[in-house]
């Protein structure tokens, strides 16, 4: 079982940076997709970024100012959001999946983390 730990959630100003830590109590992330998704009040939960085997993606509203990267041996995933906006005010999740076994009946396996508070205002 993997345990994802989020931390540096924060309330900050807007045009500020922050940086957001996902840190697996098991395994290596270099083995899955990792992601991070964001919910605000009274809306859906939305992915922000992933990284998977060294590519990465973001959402169009975060593009060009965030930055997603893994650290191997601190076996941490990092947001980087730099130039936040009101509108980037939600808890932040981490999630992870892999698959696992044969081709012919691979093992799913979905992790998430417990989520941390970005707060943006002025």
């Known amino acids: 079982q993997v345990q994802l730990v989020e931390s540096g959630g924060d309330s900050v100003q807007p045009g500020s940076s922050l940086r957001l830590s996902c840190a697996a109590s098991?395994?290596?992330?270099?083995?899955?997709?990792v992601a991070w998704f964001r919910q605000a009040p009274g809306k859906e939960r939305e992915g922000v970024s992933y990284?998977?085997?060294?590519?990465?993606n973001y959402a169009d509203s975060v593009k060009g100012r965030v930055s997603i990267s893994l650290d191997n041996a601190e076996n941490t995933v990092y947001l980087q959001m730099n130039s936040p906006k009101p509108e980037d005010t939600a808890v932040y999740y981490c999630?992870?999946?892999?698959?696992?076994?044969?081709?012919?009946?691979?093992?799913?396996?979905?992790?998430w983390g417990q989520g941390t508070q970005v707060t943006v205002s002025s």
């Open positions: 098991a395994g290596s992330l270099d083995d899955y997709t």
């Open positions: 999630y992870a999946h892999s698959s696992f076994g044969p081709v012919e009946a691979p093992q799913e396996v979905d992790y």
């Open positions: 990284i998977s085997s060294g590519e990465s």
